[in-house]
């Protein structure tokens, strides 16, 4: 068995960014090195090390207002899975969030749910990771861009709370768009191992899903999407048209709500980011 107990917490810097990437990449997960440079560099990310510094676990605080914050990058090696490590973690991490007076947010899968429940999170709204396979390219037109202020409007309302600071580091990525066509929008960014949608607002869903399948047509690569699960007809559309539902995930909360959420998104930013 193995003994996790000596194993200390400690605080990570940008210099762990290789080392988190590894394990991102051992749970198959998309985050990129940019993703945890941005975590490493703009919020509190938590660790454990073995006795050689090879990096065991992680766990990041990300500050998005003075009352919100996001927990993700929640990853344990394989080794050292199910011998709490996660759950020390988080919980470093709830404490400094309730030492600043934080609400705290995250996306977790079916089986994170049952470790995040006990410590206090209650489920909020459900989503659906879904995979284009292979989006060739069909030589269409480039989707018109956005307007950056249109869509932190939308994506405050969404939310309750503001967090520009990853919007604008997401949309200014030399290889993100952020694309309009007058009745929907959305972020498209790298990640280590496909596109990714999202957030993505739009009038209905027809015109949600017409969105995607242009930014589809213009990629030719394998592309996610993480779609909010009461958007059915939504994911109906995209199912029908080759994309393939991958995992659910539980969006959870500890503690209060600071401000109600307006209309929900079709898209969110992605499991780590909310």
């Keep these: 068995m193995v003994d996790t107990e000596h194993l200390a917490i400690v605080q990570l810097d940008a210099r762990d960014a290789p080392g988190g990437l590894k394990l991102s990449t051992e749970a198959h997960w998309n985050q990129n090195q940019d993703d945890w440079h941005f975590f490493l560099t703009r919020g509190t990310v938590f660790g454990v090390r073995d006795r050689r510094e090879n990096l065991l676990a992680t766990a990041a605080l990300l500050p998005y207002t003075e009352t919100d914050a996001w927990i993700g990058m929640v ?6 899975r199910r011998h709490g490590l996660a759950t020390r ?5 709830l404490n400094t969030a309730i030492r600043l007076g934080l609400t705290t947010w995250l996306d977790a899968t079916p089986a994170g749910a049952k470790v995040y429940g006990p410590l206090g999170f209650t489920p909020t709204i459900q989503l659906r990771r879904l995979r ?22 939308c994506d405050i309302s969404a939310l309750g709370f503001d967090r520009r600071a990853l919007i604008e580091e997401l949309s200014a990525r030399p290889s993100s768009r952020l694309v309009s066509n007058g009745d929907a929008m959305a972020l498209v960014r790298d990640g280590r191992t496909a596109r990714h949608i999202g957030p993505l607002f739009a009038d209905t869903p027809a015109h949600a899903i017409a969105m995607v399948h242009d930014i589809a047509a213009s990629e030719n690569g394998p592309v996610l999407i993480d779609a909010v ?10 199912t029908a048209s080759g994309w393939a539902v991958e995992r659910p ?21 992605g499991p780590e980011f909310g």
């Design 89 to 93: 973690l988080v919980d470093t991490c």
């Design 132 to 153: 284009l396979a292979a989006a060739p390219a069909s030589g269409a037109a480039p989707l018109p861009a956005g307007k950056l202020d249109e869509f932190l409007t």
């Design 249 to 269: 995930f539980h969006r959870m909360r500890f503690g209060r709500a600071t401000k109600p959420a307006g209309e929900l998104p079709f898209a969110v930013a």
């Design 229 to 238: 699960a009461a958007q059915s007809a939504f994911i109906d559309g995209l």
């Design 75 to 80: 990853l344990v090696t394989e080794e050292y």
